[in-house]
């Protein structure tokens, strides 16, 4: 993989698209691994669907979600503290194989 340049970021898309594709991956495989499955694909399909990832610098992500997050999740039916702890997670893991597929050493979510 070619070295990360943050101005490139700005247009990740077409710089940084399969970098990004993996990203996700992994954080829906890890999610799909130790959650309800069903739960995550509705995460993944109705939320994530639309969210955008920034690079914040130091090598940390942010991923910003659409207006009403949890409101988007109609496939499943689940508790709203549930749904928004679960939701917190991918995001969390998310950011954190972002970083680590762009060549970043984050800590991992897990060892807080």
């Known amino acids: 993989m070619a070295e990360f340049d943050a101005e490139k970021f700005e247009d990740k898309y077409v710089h940084y698209f399969n ?3 993996r990203g996700y991956k992994n954080a829906f495989s890890y999610m799909n ?3 309800d499955s069903k739960l995550i694909h509705a995460i993944d399909q109705e939320v994530l669907n639309e969210s955008e990832p920034f ?3 130091n090598g940390e992500f942010r991923i910003e979600l ?5 409101d988007r999740v109609r496939s499943v039916v689940v508790e709203d503290e549930k749904l ?5 997670v991918y995001v969390e893991r ?5 970083a680590r597929v762009f060549g970043f050493d984050p ?3 897990d060892e807080n």
């Open 107 to 109: 800590t991992d979510p």
């Open 84 to 88: 928004e702890e679960t939701l917190s």
């Open 66 to 70: 659409p207006e009403n997050p949890t």
């Open 55 to 57: 690079y914040e610098g």
């Open 94 to 98: 998310l950011e954190y194989e972002l």
């Open 33 to 35: 691994e130790r959650y």
């Open 19 to 21: 970098e990004l594709q």
